[in-house]
């Protein structure tokens, strides 16, 4: 399938109506390609329960995932009808490109006085390779390479209640940080009880009527798609955050908060926010440099000392080696 899009351009140059030289953002259209791919190579790996509707009727795919080249990819909307503009603005293209999505860019058709380089060509490379190998068109729907979904625990301690917030964590196209605590698709019991067991503590359950339980019931399909070590991801997300939002008070931190700044900082330098890419030893040391820097947490994440406490705990407490946890999906929501 052949498509218009609009993506944002770099121009190095003098813009009409400037004097310097500079590295402009400019609004640019080009045609792009999205290759059908066969749905035989794109099995169904998890879906929710109550997605499935009566004949005739377009399944919900909103928290369906497929399965291809050892990953999940996420629904991102159809390739025909009213929503296929929206459904390519989602596509994230230009994350791809390089370019920040508040990124200021001047308007299509801007005119330059002088272009010392335009990267028109490469962005236009970088774009298609990224629809190439991270995004398919299966029968009339667009997917794309996403990490696992997973249900989530967040802990909202605020000044009128605390609350405990059970949720599906869907799967992104993009990372985006830390949510809460994780759980696995195919440790629905562990979450359950984690939940019950904050609500016996005096926490009051968001996400609920008090009658109906707000979580998606999910269905895997796929076993093997289920990968995700939840409890060592979940340091990963929390350090991550904390790194970037305590960057702006460098200038206030201790020596041993700064060290632990800087090693947070080169871990992820050097590899991107991911469990896989560390060993046990860097995930307890990006733990405790956490614990290091707490004080910077953004209030507005729930990344409070209760939340720590959670993610200290599930780590500390995980299954390692023959002690695994038996995980079914015997208990359904």
């Not at 640019?28 to 794109?42: M, N, P, Q």
């Not at 605020?158 to 990372?175: C, E, M, N, Q, W």
């Not at 970037?244 to 330098?269: G, N, Q, T, V, W």
């Not at 896989?276 to 040391?285: D, Q």
Request: charged share 25%; net charge negative; glycine share 6%.
């Amino acid at each position: 399938m052949m498509f218009e899009h609009q993506f944002v351009n770099r121009i190095v140059g003098i813009a009409s109506g400037f004097r310097d030289v500079a590295l402009n953002h400019v609004l640019d259209k080009a045609v792009f390609e999205l290759r059908h791919r066969s749905a035989a190579d794109f099995p169904v790996a998890t879906r929710d329960r109550d997605s499935l509707r009566p004949t005739g009727w377009k399944p919900d795919l909103k928290h369906t995932t497929l399965w291809h080249d050892d990953s999940h990819w996420k629904f991102v909307g159809h390739a025909v009808g009213y929503d296929l503009p929206t459904t390519i603005a989602n596509l994230g293209t230009l994350r791809t490109a390089g370019v920040s999505p508040e990124q200021e860019s001047f308007p299509l058709g801007t005119e330059f006085r002088s272009v010392v380089e335009d990267l028109r060509g490469d962005t236009l490379l970088a774009i298609q390779d990224d629809l190439d190998r991270n995004v398919a068109l299966v029968h009339d729907a667009i997917w794309r390479r996403s990490d696992e979904p997973c249900y989530c625990l967040a802990l909202n301690n605020g000044t009128d209640a605390t609350k405990v917030i059970g949720k599906l964590r869907s799967a992104s196209a993009f990372y985006e940080g830390f949510q809460g605590q994780r759980f696995r698709l195919d440790d629905q019991e562990t979450f359950r009880d984690a939940v019950l067991d904050y609500m016996e503590r005096g926490w009051t359950l968001q996400n609920s009527n008090g009658v109906t339980w707000g979580v998606p019931d999910m269905e895997i399909l796929l076993p093997e798609s289920v990968t995700l070590e939840a409890e060592a991801q979940t340091v990963v997300d929390f350090a991550y955050s904390l790194h970037h939002d305590a960057r702006e008070d460098m200038k206030a931190m201790s020596y041993p908060e700064l060290e632990s700044y800087c090693l947070i900082k080169d871990a992820f330098d050097g590899s991107g926010p991911t469990a896989s890419s560390f060993g046990e030893n860097t995930i307890a040391e990006l733990l405790e440099c956490a614990r290091r820097l707490a004080r910077y947490a953004s209030p507005f994440k729930d990344m409070d000392a209760a939340s720590l406490a959670l993610v200290t705990d599930r780590w500390e407490n995980r299954p390692i080696g023959d002690f695994l946890a038996v995980r079914g999906q015997q208990l359904t929501f």
